[in-house]
């Protein structure tokens, strides 16, 4: 497989692949709920990953407020690859706050270059399984046990249109947002220490090579399993997926198994909060990494 160059067309692709979504229709389009505003909307009448949240605001469950990022500049640097980007500094004191109170419910916050202040409302779940191992090409099938994140789902505060997933790491979010705006996507400048960027991906200038490395998804089939969080059980409970993560991805994520973990990890939650949408529950149940060519 090809060297990975860029996460943020990888859910799309993967989601393409398999339910044959166009990249160039914005996601939310597919999962509209026609006529529902958030004053009066009906639980049946909704979505899963919109129920979720309608009954957790409904049952006045608290929603713990996080501002992760704080506005440092506009898209000057990189003006070649997408237009209006925003870029944000992580504040790694108020990350570590999330991972350390796990809290159930939380309201996502961050600011754009244009003054828009984009706040999600999210439900912590997961995308692994309760019996999700790390096995890498020198641990001889034995397990490797790692430092592991949040995973949440969501919509757009008030937009019950939109679906939203974030996945937080000690010093790292990644995250989509799919709105009748379009894909906005947040992720990690690699160049730059506590830097991100976030923007909609219709605003690429060119097309980005990249393999995103999950051809080689072994698709185990339907079987229960108990995740952490929230989220509900799907009619299709629930379907296991092993990834294979190729040297080349764990050379671009620095020689590190746990980076590559995260990263992998964190695109999967893009992917399955899509499917979790379609009452299709997806779990990763193993991550195998080659450390060695």
Same mark, same amino acid.
């Given at each position: 497989? !090809?060297?990975?160059?860029? =996460? %943020?067309? #990888?859910?799309?692709?993967?989601?393409?692949?398999?339910?044959?979504?166009?990249?160039?229709?914005?996601?939310?389009?597919?999962?509209?709920?026609?006529?529902? $505003?958030?004053?009066?909307?009906? !639980?049946?009448?909704?979505?899963?990953?919109?129920?979720?949240?309608?009954?957790?605001?409904?049952?006045?469950?608290? *929603?713990?407020?996080?501002?992760?990022?704080?506005?440092?500049? !506009?898209?000057?640097? %990189?003006?070649?690859?997408?237009?209006?980007?925003?870029?944000?500094?992580?504040?790694?004191?108020?990350?570590?706050?999330?991972?350390?109170?796990?809290?159930? *419910?939380?309201?996502?916050?961050?600011?754009?270059?244009?003054?828009?202040?984009?706040?999600?409302?999210?439900?912590?779940?997961?995308?692994?399984?309760?019996?999700?191992?790390?096995?890498?090409?020198?641990?001889?099938?034995?397990?490797?046990?790692?430092?592991?994140?949040?995973?949440?789902?969501?919509? +757009?505060?008030?937009?019950? @249109?939109?679906?939203?997933?974030?996945?937080?790491?000690?010093? @790292?979010?990644?995250?989509?947002?799919?709105?009748?705006?379009?894909?906005?996507?947040?992720?990690?400048?690699?160049?730059?220490?506590?830097?991100?960027? %976030?923007?909609?991906?219709?605003?690429?200038? $060119?097309?980005?090579? *990249?393999?995103?490395?999950?051809?080689?998804?072994?698709?185990?089939?339907?079987?229960?399993?108990?995740?952490?969080?929230?989220?509900?059980?799907?009619?299709?409970? #629930?379907?296991?997926?092993?990834?294979? #993560?190729?040297?080349?991805?764990?050379? @671009?994520?620095?020689?590190?198994?746990?980076?590559?973990?995260? =990263? +992998?990890?964190?695109?999967?939650?893009?992917?399955?909060?899509?499917?979790?949408?379609?009452?299709?529950?997806?779990?990763?149940?193993?991550? *195998?990494?080659?450390?060695?060519?």
């Amino acid at each position: 497989m !090809n060297q990975i160059s860029g =996460w %943020f067309l #990888c859910v799309l692709t993967v989601f393409s692949f398999f339910t044959g979504y166009s990249n160039g229709t914005p996601l939310s389009s597919q999962a509209k709920v026609f006529g529902i $505003s958030s004053k009066k909307a009906v !639980n049946n009448d909704l979505k899963p990953i919109a129920r979720q949240v309608f009954d957790a605001r409904a049952a006045r469950n608290e *929603f713990s407020v996080h501002k992760p990022f704080q506005l440092i500049r !506009n898209n000057e640097s %990189f003006r070649s690859g997408v237009q209006n980007a925003t870029v944000l500094q992580l504040n790694v004191a108020e990350v570590n706050s999330i991972l350390q109170e796990r809290h159930d *419910f939380i309201e996502l916050q961050l600011e754009d270059a244009a003054g828009k202040t984009w706040a999600m409302d999210l439900y912590r779940t997961s995308s692994v399984s309760k019996d999700f191992v790390v096995t890498t090409s020198e641990s001889n099938g034995n397990p490797v046990f790692l430092d592991g994140g949040i995973y949440y789902r969501g919509i +757009i505060k008030g937009d019950y @249109n939109s679906v939203a997933a974030f996945s937080i790491f000690d010093g @790292n979010i990644i995250g989509m947002i799919t709105s009748d705006e379009g894909n906005m996507v947040l992720h990690p400048v690699e160049a730059e220490d506590n830097s991100f960027i %976030f923007y909609n991906d219709r605003d690429l200038n $060119s097309e980005i090579p *990249f393999s995103c490395g999950t051809d080689q998804l072994e698709w185990s089939g339907p079987e229960n399993t108990e995740e952490d969080g929230i989220g509900s059980r799907a009619l299709s409970d #629930c379907v296991r997926v092993y990834i294979e #993560c190729d040297f080349a991805l764990y050379q @671009n994520k620095g020689s590190n198994v746990n980076n590559v973990v995260n =990263w +992998i990890t964190a695109v999967y939650n893009n992917v399955a909060t899509l499917y979790a949408n379609e009452d299709i529950n997806t779990a990763i149940s193993e991550v *195998f990494v080659w450390t060695f060519s």
